[in-house]
């Protein structure tokens, strides 16, 4: 339920706190009192543009907010807050923020977010409904998702939205499949050439880096051979000076013992030369290439050179494309055998797509009389009682993401005329009691916490007007209703009573919204009657006595 909505400089509103209860809540006012900033307000909440219209003159910025208490469907708002990257609710409150005028912002759970998150999560809170306001009732796709609500279908649903996807798939793959596996002969021999050309060459991701190493000490050998040959001849003088030193220290240590540490450390750095003079003996052993191997090393990197100019800048570039070409080969070499096993997962997707859509359909047909009847009676106690209701069906040429068929909803007004669809034979009126009559039908299904009527009983009579009251106050048994309403029967039947009002403070016209109860209420009632004397004072008391 909406628990708190505050409207800050909203048209002629300077700041209202409205604390909501549960059931019907009746809004009731002059004409051009500023009822309709209720409405204004949550369409903002719901992520309506924003116009700088809208703005209480002399100032810059308008702010809306609303806080729900939810129950039903907490698990499906945090998951769509989820989805979003929103923090969740705490416990089980929303918070909405909206400002615009100088900056437009908009917050939920206290996160910034856009104009169509807060679309997404308004269907999930509030179905406003107004005269002129009834897109949901004469949308196929509403209606049929209506009618598997009270038909309890979401299992058998849920069934064929997985059977569908299956079958859409293996429809795409093997389309996928036709287009790109029946290749040309001349593409063909091309691929067989480049598979051979890479699979010949025995290519290793790691090669290049050791080969080309190798081939640049081939390149040099001969100035790396003479550099070391000279290191070696100067390291060998260096060995035998120090041969030749090292008699004298032996001589030295003899004559003054403190002097051994000194030879210790000569001897470490001689022995540390001579292993440096065999290191590099061994390097230039390893440096004589043999010419025949530098030539098998310049033809190697031509090779690996070429391959990485036709198929990738890297040998696993190259890999990767040969793993492709296989692949496709593959598919080429296979195709009879492969379009034949994909068509036999598209047969049996199809063949379980059909067996799903089945079983879904049998249950919509079967419930479908159940709403009817349901419809018919609550259109019967709005007034309409010698219209028909029917719910049609209408097999699809292909399946469809939601069944294998589409609903309409059928609708005569009137006696002997041909029923035709809700969307193109109700008028105004006649649609926003069919609206209600739905509601009513759906009333234990629906999990949207609020419901706004805004002014549905205009152009209806005394008599009516009173059923359309006792309609909303059995839907407010089970959902929070707010009705905006000229009507004293169905203020009357609200179970808190609030009243807009218009005033002059200091040369500025402000709205407020004031709760109604005991005298002022049965004076309101009155006025809404035709004006505050005895006898319509009495009746007023006698409606709210019922």
Known sequence: MLAVLKIKNLALVEDITWELGHGLIGVTGQTGAGKSMIVGALKLILGERASRDLIRRGESTCRVEAIFKLSTNLTAVNQLLEECGLDPCEGD??????????????????????????KRLGGLLIDLHGPHEHQSLISRERQLAMLDSYAGCEPELGSYVKAYRDWDNAKRVLEEFKEEGFASDQEIELLRYQLE??????????????????????RNAARLISSANESIDSLGNAIAAMTKARKYLKDLESLDPETKEVIGSFDSARLEIEEVEQCLREYTGNLEIDPAEMVEMENRIDQVESLKRKYGQTIRDVLSYEAAVRTKLGKVDHRDEETARLESLLSKASEKLTRQGAVLSRKRIAKASGLESEIRAHLEGLGFTQSKFEIGFEPMDAPGTTGLEKVEFMFGPNPGEELKPLRVVASSGEMSRVMLAVKSALAVEDETPLMVFDEIDANVGGEIAGAVGEKMAALGEKHQVIAITHMPQVAAMARHHYMVKKSVVDDSTITRIDKVENDDRVEELARMLGGVGDETLALAGKMLEQ
């Open 93 to 118: 409150s929303l918070l909405i923020k909206r400002s615009f005028g100088s900056g437009n912002t908009q917050f939920v759970n206290c996160c910034p977010c856009t104009l169509a998150v807060l």
């Open 197 to 218: 050309e890479i699979t010949n060459a025995a290519l290793i991701e790691e090669e290049m880096e050791a080969l080309e190493r190798r081939y640049s000490q081939a």
